[in-house]
Each structure stands twice: as C-alpha cells, then as structure tokens.
C-alpha cells in the first residue's frame, strides 16, 4: 500500500491558505476533482431527469452514475441508495415513516453515544406513536458502548434500535454487527448513524447487519448533502408521504422534490478520489476503495499515535477519546480552562480545532461537560505530520500562556 500525502495534499485548493485543518468532523475541505465535477454539471445542459433531451439524459446520468458510486462505497445495492438534503432531514422523514407503523407499548432504542440527529427524531416520532423510549448507556471512563449495554434494555417490544456506528465527539467505534444480531434477534429493525463513521473506515452494509445506514458526503470530501443506505426490498415495504404524481418507484420514492445534480455530481467525485488514494491499487472501484482505505487508516493510524503521545507529554490536559475501537478523533478538556479558548488560540496560529459538543450533547453531558463539550481534533486524509506538530506546539503555547 501506498500513501502519497504529499501527492494528495496537493489536489486542495484551500490548504493553500496556510491553515492546519482538525476540523474534519464537522465537514471536510474539498478536491479539485469535486469542485471541477460540480462546475462541469452545471456547465452541461441540465434539467430534470429524463431521456430525450440532452439536459434530462445528463441528470438521469448523473443520479445512476452516483447510486453506483455510493453503492460501492457502502457495500449497498444501488437501488437502495437514497438522497436527501441532509443526514437528518433523512432521518426525519424515515423516522416519520416507521413510527407510522408503531404502536401504544412498542419501545425505541437510543444511546447516548449519538449524536442528536439520531436521537431527537426517534423521541419525537415515538411520542407521537405513543411508544416507549430507551436509552443504552455508554461508559463514560472507557467511552465504550458495548452490545451488553445495548442489550439490557432491548426487549420483545423493542421495535427498532437507533444507534451510531462512530461517535462524532469522542470517536468510538461500537460493535454495530453484533448490535444488529441482537435487535433482529428481538425482531427490531436497525437505524445506523455512519456520519462520522464512513470518512474513515470502508462500509459493507451486509457485514455491520444495518437495515438503514445514513451518511453525509461533505464528511468524506464531498459536497453538502445526505445519502440513506438500504435494502431495496424493505424500502418496497415502507410508503412515505409524498406527492401524487411523483413516482412510486424505490428509492425515488424518499426523494422529495428534485435532487441537487450539481451536488450528486460532486459525490461521485469524491468516491472516485477516495478510491485513487493509493495510486497503484487496481481492480474495481470497490476493490480500490477497499486497498485505499486500508492506506488511509494506515496514515491516520501513524498521525493519531503522533498526537496522543504529544499530548501525553503536555499537563493539565484531558483526552476523553479511550475506547479501544476509536476513529481518529480526539475530544479534549482543560484543567480550570474553557476549551473554546484553546480554539482561539489555536485559530490565532492558523490552526483550526473547533470546541463544543458538536451537536452530540447526551454524550457530551454523560462525560461530565454539560453542553460546552471540549476542544475536538479531527484527522482527515489530507492531514500530515507538519500539521499534528503545529497543533501539539499551539497546545503547549496555550497551555503555558
């Protein structure tokens, strides 16, 4: 395996601005090939989708070409890809969907490990239901959320388990396969979270057992917008709310108004460069994507070791980031200092690590943070060596400040 940083660094136009990015979680920079994908779509006749004229064959290309590409990338079938605004307008509209086939005494399972887009639509919707909610727990000292954890409070009744295959504060990483088993196992349905999850590690959808995955492109150097994963069989199952004359079809039938083609265009991109990330890997593009993973997990492997022993050297500082299966990210307190001022601090040297809970406040409240979280340090493909030590330095100057 090959990881040319140098090489891939150099296809980011904003890195050109001097700034060490950390702030990946919330939203990566971009590529050429994506910024040159989206402008080529919207310089190409374009309309809505169809097959006659030159427009509408272009759209209809460009949502074929996209399922393709995110199909590869989750292990998914193509005609279980959805697209939506946003990871949780996904989430919302199937979250409305499902509880419309709930019951008075059913239950729903969250954790708190998620992040609130995988939380609050379920609440909401099983209220609505009159369904009963439960929570699983996570140990806040290790941040571990174990199967046992989820399985004490799964139940005959259970109806689905909404869990997050990585958290976005802290990293960790649950045991989503073995969580699926026990919820189909009690007959429930699985709702998976891969936000943060699918910019670092290679999805199979069959393996994890999940029956809905949800992602975002901009997280894995794409444009803004979501993407649902899901068996086409049973998403043949379930009928939305939608307009009359829109089709009936699977997956179109989840996909509300027309589709950002621009954008579409833009994530196929960004599959592709994902795919190149080891420049001699060969085969199919779900081969490629598999051999470029393994590299980039190799990369952010090495970057993650550099920056917990630095920061093991540096006092008063506190990583809650300690499950033993975590993605690169790292969440950080201070001893009698507010992480938001390490933020400023850190942009004042071109260095760019964001504070707060980031949205996941049940978890951020179950480490003891309340809702001011801490500082977050996010690793992304583009990240090198140079960047982890202008961090580590900002820290110390900080910290000694």
């Not at 199967?147 to 990585?166: I, K, N, Y």
């Not at 590690?201 to 949800?214: H, I, K, N, P, S």
């Not at 920056?307 to 500082?317: A, I």
């Amino acid at each position: 395996m090959t990881y040319d940083i140098g090489a891939i660094r150099s296809q980011f136009p904003a890195l050109a601005a001097g700034i060490a990015h950390f702030d990946g979680p919330g939203g990566t920079q971009t590529p050429r090939a994506v910024i040159r994908a989206i402008g080529d779509a919207l310089a190409q006749p374009l309309s809505n989708r169809g097959h006659e004229a030159p427009g509408e064959r272009n759209a209809d290309t460009i949502v074929t070409e996209t399922r393709r590409a995110m199909a590869d990338l989750l292990g998914a079938q193509p005609a279980g890809i959805v697209f939506g605004r946003s990871a949780t307008q996904l989430t919302y509209d199937f979250s409305r969907t499902l509880a419309a086939t709930w019951s008075p005494g059913d239950e729903v399972v969250v954790t708190r490990l998620d992040h609130d887009a995988n939380i609050r639509p379920w609440i909401q919707a099983a209220e609505r239901a009159g369904a009963t909610v439960r929570w699983a727990d996570f140990d806040p000292a290790t941040g571990e959320l174990t199967p046992d954890d989820v399985r004490a409070v799964v139940s005959e009744r259970t109806r689905l388990v909404a869990v997050t295959a990585a958290s976005n504060l802290i990293g960790t990483r649950p045991a989503i396969a073995e969580i699926s088993r026990l919820a189909h196992d009690a007959g429930a349905l699985t709702y998976v979270d891969g936000v943060h999850h699918t910019a670092h590690t290679l999805v199979d959808l069959e393996r994890l057992g999940a029956d809905f995955f949800v992602c975002s492109a901009y997280k894995f150097l794409g444009p803004h917008h979501g993407v649902l994963a899901a068996r086409p069989e049973l998403l043949e199952t379930l009928r939305p709310d939608k307009l009359e004359p829109s089709t009936d079809a699977v997956p179109e039938r989840f996909e509300l108004g027309t589709l950002p083609y621009e954008f579409l265009a833009g994530t196929r991109a960004a599959v592709d460069f994902l795919a190149g990330l080891d420049a001699r890997a060969t085969g199919s593009r779900r081969a490629r994507l598999a051999t470029a993973f393994d590299a980039l997990e190799g990369h952010e492997r090495t970057l993650r070791d550099r920056l917990d022993k630095g920061l093991s050297q540096l006092d008063g500082v506190t990583v809650h980031s300690r499950a033993a299966d975590r993605t690169p990210t790292l969440l950080l307190t201070f001893d009698g200092r507010d992480a938001a001022d390490a933020y400023h601090v850190l942009a004042r040297r071109g260095v760019h690590a964001s504070a707060g809970s980031f949205y996941a406040v049940e978890a951020s409240r179950r480490l003891g943070l309340g809702d001011r979280g801490g500082l977050r340090i996010g690793l992304a493909p583009y990240n090198d060596t140079e960047d982890v030590d202008r961090l580590l330095a900002g820290l110390s100057a900080y910290l000694a400040g």
